[in-house]
C-alpha cells in the first residue's frame, strides 16, 4: 500500500513560449526509491518553465501535492537575511569590515575581532547551538516542537561553548541569530518587518513568509515527515529555535523570483552583490559567499542556497544565463543523496553540455 502511494503522481506544465526541463522522472525516482513522500520542483529558463510535484500529499489520506504548494525553506532563509545586512550597508549604516561589536556592544565573545563579513559567510568561528542535544529543528523534539524560543536564549547555549582552534570554516546558525539581532538594532524593527518591508513586498512574493510562533504551514502543503522509525507526521512545529537562521515558508515561484531578482541585481548594489559572490572555500562540496553557495556543475558554476529543517529539504539554484531550479522534497525513510539531487541540478543546468568550464 505504501508503494502505491509513493507512486502517486501529479505534474503540470507552466509555459510562455515553450516548456522548461521535465524533471518529473528524476523526481519519481527518489520517491520509488524511499527518498521521498513528496517532492516538487520548478525549472526556469528565460521564457520557459516546468512546474511539477510527485508522490503524496498525506501518507494516510494520499492525495496529490501541489507544485504551488508551500514549504520550509531553513537556511534559504539566510540568503534574504544577509540581502537586508547587505541592503544596510548600500545605505551606509554599516560596513560589511566593521566588528559586531560596534553595533551590538558586549554581546557577542570575541566581538571586536568579528566582523559582520565574517558573520555573514561562517567565517566567525561561533560555536553552532544546533549542535547541542534538543536545540535542531532537523531532529524530532518530541512535544519540545511546539515551545517557543527567544533568540538571545539560542546565544546563551552558543555561547557557552567554543570551537576547536583547527581554522576550518565552520557553518554556524549562530551567526545569523546574531545578524538577525543586528538588523533590529540597527532598523528598530523585528528583522521579519525588514524582509517583508525591504524585499517580500516590493518583490510581490505573497506566498513567502516569516511565520514567528506560528507552527503550521499555509494550504496547500505536503506533511513533512520523520522515521522514528516508522514516519511520524513531523509537519506542526514551531520555528523560532531557527530564527533569522531559518524559519522561513515559501513557495517554489516565489523563491525562483527571489533569487533572480537578488542575482539580477535588483534587491542589492553591484558592489554589494559582488562582495555577496565572493566566497571562501569550506570543504563541504561549496563555496560560501555572503549568505549565498555556489556549487560547481561540470558546466559552470550555479549561485544559491539549500535548506533543511525536519520534513522538508530546499534547493533553490540559479545561473549567470538565467537558468533556475528550485526544488522541495519531503524525506521519507532517508534523505536523497547529493548523487540524487545534484544529478536533477546537472541535467537543468548543463544537459548534455557536461564539459567542465575552467
Known sequence: MMQLM???????????????????????????????????????????????????????REGR???????????????????????????????????????????VPGGAQITVRRLLNHTSHLYDYMSEPGYSTNRWRGDARFRSYQPRELLDVAFAKKLPDDGKWHYSNTNYVVLGLLVEKLTGHPYGKEVTRRILRPLGLRHTVVPGDRAGLPAPHAKGYEPLPGLVDATRMNPSL????????????????????????????????????????????????????????????????????????????RSDSGKSMTLSINPSTRNPSTEEVMGIAVKVFCGSA???RD
Open 65 to 107: 501535492p501541489s507544485p504551488n504548494g508551500y514549504f520550509r525553506i531553513g537556511s534559504v532563509t539566510k540568503t534574504f537575511v544577509a540581502t537586508v545586512v547587505l541592503q544596510l550597508v548600500d545605505e551606509g549604516r554599516i560596513q560589511l569590515d566593521d566588528p559586531v561589536d560596534r553595533y551590538l556592544p558586549g554581546l
Open 242 to 317: 531557527d530564527w533569522a537562521a531559518g524559519e522561513m515558508i515559501s513557495t517554489a515561484a516565489d523563491l525562483e523570483r527571489f533569487m533572480s531578482a537578488l542575482l539580477d541585481g535588483k534587491l542589492i548594489s553591484k558592489t554589494s552583490l559582488q562582495a555577496m559572490r565572493t566566497t571562501v572555500e569550506t570543504g563541504a562540496g561549496f563555496g560560501y559567499g555572503l549568505g549565498l553557495q555556489a556549487y560547481r556543475l561540470p558546466c559552470g558554476t550555479v549561485w544559491g542556497h539549500s535548506g533543511e529543517l525536519i520534513g522538508y529539504l530546499t534547493f533553490a539554484f
Open 6 to 60: 509513493m507512486n502517486v503522481l501529479v505534474a503540470t506544465a507552466v509555459t510562455a513560449g515553450g516548456h522548461g526541463v521535465d524533471v518529473r522522472s528524476d523526481l519519481d525516482k527518489i520517491v520509488a526509491g524511499g527518498g521521498a513522500t513528496a517532492a516538487l520542483a520548478r525549472v526556469s529558463d528565460g521564457g520557459h518553465t516546468w512546474s511539477g510535484a510527485v508522490g503524496v500529499r498525506d501518507i494516510e
Open 354 to 356: 557536461v564539459q567542465r
